[in-house]
Structure formats: structure tokens, C-alpha cells
């Protein structure tokens, strides 16, 4: 069976763990070229190396999405290594825990959620596009559900995910004619090293599993499979749209 990736150049941030990982896992399996970018270098390379050992074609780039020059030179050393990239998938990404209302947010808080998770995919964007744009591509954003609901008490995380979806669909808008196609994933609760940290005990990441109508919190095998799927040729129809993934997570409280 074909691999429906094969041959495309992906460029994916966060990649070192969680959701990250398995895609650049799951995208690798499919026949693409693999950038796994992250700050987490001992994760990164382990990712790199899981892949590599599989027969698939991996690197490593220490990349801090905050940081034009980090980004910059990511991209830079993608392209001499693999040629210009098809797939964005901006997926790095932080949680700063905390139960605060808006007028109690410190700045810290504010700046490091924002300059990381969005101002990073914008970015990502700013040095990637350009490589697109001669022979199209896709990219996909990694959002959350928490988009549309403010964030509950901690909203810098909501505000900046829900910052992705307008990112995602002007990308869309102004990058079709140059056969670039951009959408946007809200996952819900994921096991993820991240999720568990975000809730702050296992007894709270459980209460909030109970939330879920299919009883299971999301692998991210499943959220991979719906990156896959928007950044391969099956969606090439599809682009400015935004998926929830939640496992019904959504509907719990209706």
C-alpha cells in the first residue's frame, strides 16, 4: 500500500513527547522526512532516534519557538537538509498552572504563554510560507478546546490557543492561491505529560477522564491521526477549518 506521505518534508515543533512525538512517529511511518523541533534535547533525540532505527530519515533542531532566530535557523537547516518543507505542524506549545482571574495575571504570565504559543506559530509561519509557496503545502495548528472557553482561571493559555484559530484561518485565506492549505485541531484532555502536569494531580486528570462521554481521556495516536489526515492529499479539499477532538468531552456539560 502506498504511504501517503512519502517524500514530503514535515517540520513539526514540540515533537520531542505527547502529541508531538507521535506524529512525527506516525508522519515518519507514512513516508515523509521528519524535523522534530523542540528545546527538550534528550526527548528529541530519543524521538529522532526511534524513527531513524525504524528506517525512517529524522532530525533534531534545539528550537526555541519564542525566538525569530531560533525559528529562523530551524527552518534554515530543514531546508538544507531535506529541501523546502510541504507540512508545518505547529504543535510546541506551554501551560503555566495557575488559578488566577484576568486581573491577577502577572505579566511574566501573560508574555511567556503568548510569545510561546502563539507568537511561536506565527513565527513558524513567518519563515516556513515562503518555502511553500512556490509548489504549495499544509499547515496544521495545534489548538484546544480550552479556545472556547477561556481558560478557567488560567485564560493566557485559552486566549493564545484561541489566537491560533484566527492564525490558522488567515493562513488559509491568504495563502490558497499559492496551494497552501492551513487548519487547526482542538484536542481535549490527552494523555500527555503536559495534561497531567496542567490539572495537577491524578485524582483531578480522573475527574476530568469521568467528564468525557467515550470514558477515556485522548491518546495522542488519536490526535496524530487527524493531523495526518489534514496534512496529507485525503484533505486537500479542506482548508480554514477547525476540529474538535474530545471524545464528546464538549457535550458533557449541555
Known amino acids: 500500500m502506498a504511504r501517503i506521505l512519502e517524500g514530503k518534508v ?110 511561536g506559530a506565527f513565527y513558524c509561519c513567518k519563515y516556513v510560507l515562503p518555502h511553500m509557496m512556490e509548489k504549495g503545502g499544509a499547515v496544521v495548528s495545534i489548538s484546544s478546546v480550552s479556545a472556547l472557553g477561556g481558560g478557567g482561571m488560567a485564560s493566557p493559555y485559552g486566549i493564545s490557543k484561541a489566537g491560533l484559530i484566527s492564525l490558522g484561518r488567515a493562513v488559509a485565506s491568504e495563502y490558497a492561491e499559492y496551494g497552501i492549505r492551513s487548519n487547526v485541531i482542538l484536542p481535549g484532555l490527552t494523555d500527555t505529560p503536559q495534561a497531567r502536569g496542567s490539572t495537577g494531580s491524578t485524582e483531578r486528570f480522573e475527574e476530568r477522564t469521568n467528564e468525557i462521554l467515550l470514558g477515556r481521556p485522548g491518546k495522542p495516536s488519536d490526535i496524530a491521526q487527524l493531523i495526518l489526515f489534514l496534512a496529507s492529499e485525503q484533505s486537500s479539499f479542506i482548508t480554514g477549518a477547525s476540529y474538535i477532538i474530545d471524545g464528546g468531552g464538549n457535550l458533557s456539560s449541555q
Do not use: C
Request: aromatic residues 4%.
Open 10 to 119: 514535515s517540520i513539526i515543533t514540540g515533537a520531542a513527547t505527547g502529541i508531538g512525538r507521535a506524529t512525527a512517529e506516525l508522519f515518519s511511518s507514512e513516508g515523509a522526512s521528519v524535523v522534530v523541533a523542540d528545546r527538550n534535547d534528550v526527548e528529541g533525540e530519543r524521538t529522532v532516534a526511534s524513527i531513524n532505527e525504524r528506517g525512517g530519515d529524522a532530525i533534531y533542531v534545539e528550537t526555541d519557538v519564542s525566538k525569530s532566530g531560533d525559528v529562523q535557523r530551524m527552518v534554515e537547516r530543514a531546508v538544507e537538509r531535506f529541501g523546502p518543507p510541504d507540512i508545518l505542524v505547529n504543535n510546541a506549545g506551554i501551560f503555566i498552572r495557575m488559578v488566577h482571574r484576568v486581573h491577577e495575571i502577572t505579566d511574566l504570565e501573560w508574555d511567556l504563554t503568548l510569545q510561546t504559543n502563539l507568537k
